[in-house]
């Protein structure tokens, strides 16, 4: 398929506007992505004509209902190449999917045990973790980064024991854009007996996922970093570690027999699900997917490597830029502050010129402990964003430059 | 001395004279530079008003039943944005600060840094300020 920036853009109603009286340049696509129309539509067409609870009415509606969000839950599981559609769980999120496998580990580990996540994670990779190991005695360990941003996976090898029981890292990390050597990461963790979870988040947008070439344990990622609806999300998990996990929530669908003495529990993925889930979300998650793929995982990756690319030799221009997370494998996403400014000022000063970037520590906090910095500016691309755009970035910082200095 | 309305009043008739945002916030930049320096010592844990994105200290002292207020903040905006409001509400009576109308703010084009997801929301630095006029209020 050719790579059509016009139509795709075209695709995008949320593009097509002014902010503070100037073109919108969207850059925060790492914090959230813009919908394109089939998704804003299909959540429309299923309060217009499905809307109904799923999985137990008799009637038309809640058959209609339970048939597409489970049509969904079949289209990513073959996105991810799940080997059972009952490996797929609907979440409201990464962070939901990462708290479900963290709490449930805090039943399973004891103390001595270790869980390992890096240097690189988002609080809520880390968060979760910290509260498992509280609760069950186990310890934190922590795979440290180098100086470029890319993980130290000498020191990961050294970290590794037969204590290790979880080795939680990021696929792609949020505030640098560098993408985690994943494969190995999980080899290794798997030679001594650790299950290991993959927070997707930042990687689904731009790589499409092969959980079973991973072997990966868990995988988890956001549906509105994808183009779908915010309050969606996926954990995957291989159905051997589900078993194994308590429940995380009770009621609803995940019972299979309730007495007052014993309950117990549905089959997978059911027993994960309770309440009502955000079923048009559910739904939508995987117009939001179809749409992606249709475009091709390949195009969109090859034309955000171009944008990458001209956006560091752009942002170069920029007098006394410095760039966080310089190592090779990367995403677009940049990272940057400029001598002499903070971030916050640099932010609030473009957005009056139609710029988004996020500025902050990006739920990174560690990261920007190591750099000894309070955050960055971060411009972050997506397939729909283009070269002229990124023109506007550094006209934007070049203004903001002299006036803030 | 003029009251906080009398120096509301002035800083809207200033700001009243820009045409666009971008000489407000030159403004503003002007005036977190020429913020003058707080004590050093004063720069600690507990005079820190922590927001999402910038670090502001504000310290204040009892002086001749006044409030004193000094600050200072690591980015130059929220400088700016501490600045007028220390010239509004410092060398003030508790009681004065306490009861002061804070709307001259959307007067001046700040709206917009009102909200808590900016750097350090300006509802964050008027709530440490009047908390500051409770606790120094005399008996």
């Known amino acids: ?405 | 001395m003029n009251t906080i309305q009398q120096i509301q009043e002035e800083i809207i008739d200033e700001f009243a004279m820009f045409d666009d945002w971008m000489q407000r916030y030159e403004y503003i930049i002007e005036l977190g530079k020429s913020l003058p320096l707080i004590d050093e010592k004063y720069k600690i844990e507990e005079n820190l008003i922590r927001g999402c994105q910038s670090k502001v200290w504000l310290h204040a002292e009892f002086n001749n039943d006044n409030i004193v207020f000094t600050a200072d903040s690591d980015a130059i905006l929220t400088k700016g944005i501490i600045a007028v409001l220390i010239r509004t509400f410092s060398n003030q009576k508790p009681n004065d600060i306490l009861n002061a109308n804070t709307a001259f703010i959307d007067e001046i084009g700040l709206k917009e840094h009102l909200s808590p997801t900016r750097a350090n929301g300006l509802v964050s630095m008027i709530k440490q300020i009047k908390l500051y006029a409770i606790a120094l209020q005399p008996n």
Request: glycine content about 8%; proline content about 4%.
């Open chain 1, 1 to 405: 398929m050719k790579f059509d920036i016009k139509k795709i853009r075209a695709d995008f109603p949320i593009l097509h506007q002014n902010i503070n009286g100037k073109p919108l340049v969207y850059f925060d696509n790492a914090a959230t992505s813009q919908k394109p129309k089939v998704v804003i539509d299909a959540e429309a067409k299923y309060y217009n004509e499905i809307n109904a609870n799923i999985h137990r009415g008799v009637h038309y509606l809640s058959q209609v209902a339970t048939d597409a969000y489970e049509e969904s839950r079949l289209k990513i599981q073959k996105h991810l190449n799940a080997k059972h559609n009952y490996e797929v769980l609907f979440t409201a999120g990464t962070t939901f999917g990462i708290n479900l496998v963290a709490s449930g580990f805090g039943s399973l580990l004891q103390p001595g045990d270790e869980v390992i996540v890096s240097h690189l994670e988002h609080h809520s990779n880390i968060v979760p973790w910290q509260f498992a190991c509280e609760r069950s005695g186990a310890t934190l360990k922590v795979i440290p980064m180098l100086p470029n941003g890319a993980l130290d996976m000498d020191a990961y090898k050294n970290l590794l024991t037969s204590n290790t029981k979880v080795v939680a890292v990021n696929h792609i990390s949020n505030a640098l854009g560098i993408i985690n050597p994943i494969k190995s990461i999980i080899e290794q963790a798997h030679k001594v007996g650790a299950a290991v979870l993959i927070d997707g988040a930042q990687a689904t947008p731009h790589i499409k996922p092969d959980v079973q070439a991973l072997n990966c344990d868990f995988y988890v990622f956001s549906g509105h970093k994808i183009g779908g609806p915010t309050g969606t999300g996926v954990l995957y998990g291989k159905e051997e570690w589900l078993n194994k996990l308590p429940p995380y929530q009770g009621g609803g669908e995940m019972i299979k027999e309730v007495t007052f003495e014993k309950t117990t529990y549905a089959c997978l993925p059911h027993k994960f699900e309770a309440g009502t889930p955000n079923i048009a979300g559910g739904i939508v998650l995987g117009v939001a997917i179809d749409y992606l793929n249709q475009i091709g995982f390949d195009n969109i990756a090859a034309y955000e490597h171009e944008l990458l690319t001209y956006g560091t030799q752009r942002l170069n221009e920029i007098e006394g830029i410095t760039f966080y997370g310089t190592a090779a494998e990367k995403t677009s996403v940049i990272s940057f502050n400029i001598k002499g400014l903070h971030p916050y000022d640099v932010g609030a000063i473009i957005d009056k010129l139609g710029v988004a970037v996020r500025t902050g520590h990006h739920c990174a906090q560690p990261i920007m402990q190591f750099f000894n910095i309070p955050g960055t500016i971060r411009a972050s691309f997506a397939f729909y964003n283009t070269k002229e755009e990124i023109d506007v970035l550094i006209d934007a910082l070049k203004k903001a430059q002299m006036m803030l200095n």
